[in-house]
C-alpha cells in the first residue's frame, strides 16, 4: 500500500471558513426551475408551487448563496416579464437555451422561495441585451423601501419589505460568443464600471461582482480580468469565476486531478487582480466569487439545446447523473474553495436541482440526492471557524492533462474556542489504497468522533430515484488514534471526512 502523511497544525490558518463558500446557482435552464423548485401539482407544493421535498433537500445540502437567475439566461431576460398577476406575465423565447420561457416563476416568487429554503438571494443583471437603467429598476423593485414607481409596484405585487438583495452580479460570462450581447473586456468594462457606479449612488452598500472570463480555458482568460479590473476595481469587490471539469477519453487520473487546475486558476486570477491594485497603489483588494464551479459532461448530448421550431418549456437539459469519481472530484474542488478562502470569498455550485445538480426531481414525483450531494452537504455542514493549510507528504503519479500530482489532497477546518477539527482528505488514486497518516501532534486532546468515506468498488456507480435509503458516504473503521496522529486507510478514488473533538 502507498503511504502518505498530513500535517496539521493550529498555526496554519489561511483565514474564515465562509458560509458563501457554500452556495449554489439555480437558472431558468432546462428543469432547474420548472417541475425541479417549482412544481405546483406536487403532492408537497405550497401556495406558490414549489416543492417541499426540494426544499428540505436544499437545507440538508447545506446551501448558504443562491444565485438567480442565471447564467446564460440572463443576457436576454427581462425582469419586468417575471412579476405581478400571472395572467399579464408574457411568454417569451429564451435565445441562450432554445427555450419558451413562461415566466410563471419570476424575482418575487424566487425571493419567496430562498426564504423558505433559508438561504440568500444573489442576484444577476442583465448586461447583454440591457443595460444600466434596467439594472437600477430591478435594484430599485427589489430593495427600495417603498414611494418610487418600481418599489411600490413590488408593494402592490405582494411583497411589502424590500427583498433586501445585497450580492449582484454584473452580467454573466461576457467574454463568451455564445453570450448574448457578448463584449469586449473594454466594452463590458466600460458599461459594467458604469452600471456599478449608477448602482451604488442608489445603495452604496451592496456587493458588486464582475465578470471574469468564462473559463482557465478561454483566449480571453487573463487579459479580459486585467482590462475588467482596470474600468472597475474602485466600484466593484469582487471578479467571478468560472470552471467545470469532466472526464475525458477515460483519463479518470487526470479528471480526479482537475481541482489542480482549480487551484492555478484561482491563483491566477488572484495574481492578475493583485497586479491591477499594485499599479493602481490601491489599499482595497478584489476577491473572487467563483460562482459556477461543477462537474460537467459539456459534450454529451443531453447539454444540447433544442433546435429548430422545437422551443420546449423545461427541456431536459444538462441533467448529469454523477458518480462515485465525479463526487470525489467534487469534494476536492471544494478543498481547493477552502485552501483559498483568504481570497475566494464567495462559491456557487452550478447548479442545484436537475440541471448539473446534487437534486434530482421526477415531474410530480419523487427526489434523490446524487452522489456529488453527499460531499457537499458533509463540508458544508461540518467545515466550521479558520481553515488550516495542512502540509502533503504524498506520492505522485503522472497524470496526461497536469503531469505529476499527488495522489492525496487535503485541507482541515479548526475550531479553537469549542476544540472542533475536522479533516477533508481525497484519495486520487486509481489503482489503489493510501495509508494516511495525520500528523496531530498540536492538537494532543483532540479524539475522533467520526470517520466517513465515499468510495465503491465500482467508482462508476450512480444514484438513481430507487436509491433513496442507499447511505452514502459509510463509516471508515480503519480511522485510529494514537498519541502522534490518526492513521487511515483512504480507499482508491475516495473522499474522506474526519472529525475529532475534545475528549471529555
Ligand atoms: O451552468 C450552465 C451554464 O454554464 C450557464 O448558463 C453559463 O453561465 C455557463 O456557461
Known amino acids: 500500500m502507498q503511504l502518505a502523511s498530513v500535517t496539521v497544525d493550529p498555526a496554519f490558518v489561511v483565514g474564515p471558513v465562509r458560509r458563501r463558500t457554500f452556495g449554489s446557482f439555480v437558472e431558468h435552464l432546462g428543469r432547474c426551475v420548472y417541475t425541479g423548485l417549482h412544481d405546483p401539482g406536487h403532492p408537497t407544493a405550497d401556495a406558490d408551487g414549489f416543492r417541499g421535498d426540494v426544499v428540505d433537500m436544499v437545507r440538508e445540502l447545506g446551501v448558504s448563496t443562491v444565485r438567480y437567475p442565471g447564467g446564460n439566461f440572463v443576457s436576454g431576460y427581462r425582469w419586468e416579464d417575471g412579476?405581478?398577476?400571472?395572467?399579464?406575465?408574457?411568454?417569451?423565447?429564451?435565445?441562450?437555451?432554445?427555450?419558451?420561457?413562461?415566466?410563471?416563476?419570476?424575482?418575487?416568487?424566487?425571493?419567496?422561495?430562498?426564504?423558505?429554503?433559508?438561504?440568500?438571494?444573489?442576484?444577476?443583471?442583465?448586461?447583454?441585451?440591457?443595460?444600466?437603467?434596467?439594472?437600477?429598476?430591478?435594484?430599485?423593485?427589489?430593495?427600495?423601501?417603498?414611494?418610487?414607481?418600481?418599489?411600490?409596484?413590488?408593494?402592490?405585487?405582494?411583497?411589502?419589505?424590500p427583498h433586501g438583495i445585497r450580492m449582484w452580479c454584473l452580467g454573466n460570462e461576457m467574454d463568451g460568443p455564445w453570450q448574448l450581447g457578448h463584449k469586449t473586456a473594454h466594452e463590458y468594462g466600460r458599461l459594467a464600471a458604469e452600471t456599478a457606479r449608477a448602482m451604488r449612488q442608489l445603495q452604496p452598500d451592496l456587493e458588486l461582482v464582475a465578470c471574469g472570463s468564462s473559463g482557465p480555458g478561454m483566449p480571453t482568460?487573463?487579459?479580459?480580468?486585467?482590462?475588467?479590473?482596470?474600468?472597475?476595481?474602485?466600484?466593484?469587490?469582487?471578479?467571478s469565476a468560472h470552471a467545470y471539469y469532466c472526464e475525458e477519453d477515460g483519463d479518470l487520473a487526470s479528471f480526479l486531478a482537475s481541482p489542480v487546475d482549480m487551484d492555478h486558476f484561482i491563483e491566477s486570477v488572484v495574481a492578475t487582480a493583485d497586479a491591477v491594485r499594485a499599479a493602481r497603489k490601491a489599499d482595497k483588494r478584489i476577491h473572487l466569487s467563483f460562482d459556477e464551479w461543477n462537474v460537467w459532461y459539456v459534450k454529451r448530448a443531453e447539454s444540447r439545446p433544442p433546435s429548430g421550431d422545437d422551443w420546449p418549456v423545461a427541456p431536459v437539459l444538462l441533467e448529469d447523473r454523477y458518480n462515485v469519481a465525479d463526487a470525489v472530484v467534487v469534494g476536492n474542488l471544494l478543498i481547493s474553495?477552502?485552501?483559498?478562502?483568504?481570497?475566494?470569498?464567495?462559491?456557487?455550485?452550478?447548479?442545484?436541482?436537475?440541471?448539473?445538480?446534487?437534486?434530482?426531481?421526477?415531474?410530480?414525483?419523487?427526489?434523490?440526492?446524487?452522489?456529488?450531494?453527499?460531499?457537499?452537504?458533509?463540508?458544508?455542514?461540518h467545515a466550521a471557524g479558520e481553515v488550516l493549510r495542512v502540509a502533503i507528504d504524498a506520492p505522485a503519479h503522472d497524470t496526461a492533462r497536469f503531469g505529476p500530482v499527488p495522489l492525496v489532497d487535503a485541507v482541515a477546518t479548526y475550531e479553537p474556542d469549542a476544540g472542533g477539527l475536522v479533516l477533508f482528505?481525497?484519495?486520487?488514486?486509481?489503482?489503489?489504497?493510501?495509508?494516511?497518516?495525520?500528523?496531530?501532534?498540536?492538537?494532543?486532546?483532540?479524539?475522533?468522533?467520526?470517520?466517513?468515506?465515499?468510495?465503491?468498488?465500482?467508482?462508476?456507480?450512480?444514484?438513481?430515484?430507487?436509491?433513496?435509503?442507499?447511505?452514502?458516504?459509510r463509516r471508515n473503521p480503519s480511522a485510529t488514534r494514537d498519541a502522534d496522529g490518526v492513521r487511515v486507510e483512504l480507499p482508491p478514488v475516495s473522499w474522506t471526512m474526519l472529525r475529532l473533538e475534545r475528549s471529555g
Open 425 to 473: 482528505a481525497v484519495n486520487r488514486s486509481t489503482a489503489g489504497p493510501v495509508g494516511l497518516t495525520v500528523d496531530l501532534r498540536g492538537f494532543p486532546a483532540l479524539r475522533v468522533v467520526e470517520a466517513l468515506t465515499l468510495s465503491n468498488p465500482d467508482h462508476t456507480w450512480s444514484a438513481t430515484a430507487d436509491d433513496a435509503k442507499t447511505v452514502l458516504p
Open 221 to 239: 482568460f487573463g487579459e479580459w480580468e486585467r482590462i475588467v479590473l482596470g474600468e472597475t476595481y474602485d466600484v466593484v469587490d469582487l471578479v
Open 83 to 161: 412579476v405581478g398577476p400571472r395572467v399579464d406575465r408574457p411568454v417569451r423565447l429564451d435565445l441562450a437555451w432554445h427555450s419558451t420561457e413562461p415566466n410563471t416563476v419570476g424575482v418575487d416568487e424566487f425571493v419567496r422561495w430562498a426564504r423558505k429554503a433559508g438561504v440568500e438571494p444573489m442576484m444577476a443583471v442583465n448586461l447583454g441585451t440591457r443595460g444600466i437603467q434596467e439594472a437600477l429598476d430591478l435594484l430599485e423593485y427589489c430593495n427600495v423601501r417603498g414611494g418610487t414607481a418600481w418599489s411600490d409596484r413590488r408593494r402592490a405585487n405582494g411583497a411589502e419589505q
Open 337 to 381: 474553495l477552502l485552501r483559498h478562502t483568504d481570497r475566494v470569498h464567495a462559491a456557487s455550485l452550478a447548479q442545484l436541482v436537475n440541471v448539473i445538480a446534487p437534486i434530482m426531481t421526477e415531474p410530480g414525483g419523487r427526489s434523490w440526492r446524487q452522489t456529488t450531494f453527499h460531499p457537499f452537504a458533509l463540508t458544508a455542514r
